[in-house]
């Protein structure tokens, strides 16, 4: 073998390897990206409502705002979450509450019968397994006092292990505050 031989072997040679190792890396961004894909999938519940950002994409319509309230809902009674999550919910749906609500109690007291509710509905072995909410044509919105305001009904479906299924239906009040977002002004339960 005479020296321009072996130098295009050499050449050949680097080139597959060349090839090779690309190939190699590609496959492993390739693997990464769905081992990354999967990861995301399996956020919880409490996860994806906590993720939210309320500072840059506030819900923009009433509809909305009650559907990420049931979601954290949702989160409080069915999940397991730590006490650090929990305080963390409590903060994410006292932002879709209006001032006013929110003045009717301290922090204190709101966590505390927060944590009591959720207590009372995990002994009896209450989960919610669904919620429906209005159509968007069956949201009512109104002035009051100069307040642009909304209302709207959400249907629970509260599941007990041993009585079923029972649907409770709530009534939800919203008003704009100065900033233009939805605020969850009270709420109460429908008598059939």
């Given at each position: 073998m005479n020296m321009k031989s072996s130098g295009k072997i050499g050449l050949i040679v680097f080139g597959v390897i060349l090839v090779a190792v690309v190939a190699g890396y590609a496959l492993h961004l390739n693997h990464k990206s769905k081992v990354d894909a999967e990861r995301a999938v399996e956020s919880t519940a409490v996860q994806k409502v906590l993720q939210k950002d309320l500072e840059r994409s506030y819900p923009p319509t009433p509809k909305e705002v009650v559907k990420y309230y049931a979601d954290i809902t949702k989160c409080f009674y069915n999940e397991e979450y730590?006490?650090?999550?929990?305080?963390?919910?409590?903060?994410?749906?006292?932002?879709?509450?209006?001032?006013?609500?929110?003045?009717?109690?301290?922090?204190?007291?709101?966590?505390?019968?927060?944590?009591?509710?959720?207590?009372?509905?995990?002994?009896?072995?209450?989960?919610?397994?669904?919620?429906?909410?209005?159509?968007?044509?069956?949201?009512?919105?109104?002035?009051?006092?100069?307040?642009?305001?909304?209302?709207?009904?959400?249907?629970?479906?509260?599941?007990?292990?041993?009585?079923?299924?029972?649907?409770?239906?709530?009534?939800?009040?919203?008003?704009?505050?100065?900033?233009?977002?939805?605020?969850?002004?009270?709420?109460?339960?429908?008598?059939?």
């Open positions: 730590t006490e650090e999550e929990l305080e963390q919910m409590a903060v994410k749906i006292q932002g879709l509450y209006d001032a006013e609500l929110i003045a009717n109690k301290t922090q204190e007291d709101y966590l505390t019968d927060l944590r009591s509710e959720i207590v009372d509905m995990k002994n009896n072995d209450w989960t919610i397994s669904g919620y429906v909410l209005s159509s968007s044509v069956d949201v009512e919105e109104f002035t009051e006092n100069g307040y642009s305001c909304a209302r709207l009904y959400c249907t629970f479906s509260v599941k007990q292990s041993t009585n079923g299924t029972v649907r409770t239906m709530e009534q939800f009040v919203l008003r704009k505050d100065d900033d233009g977002h939805w605020k969850i002004l009270g709420w109460e339960l429908v008598e059939d």
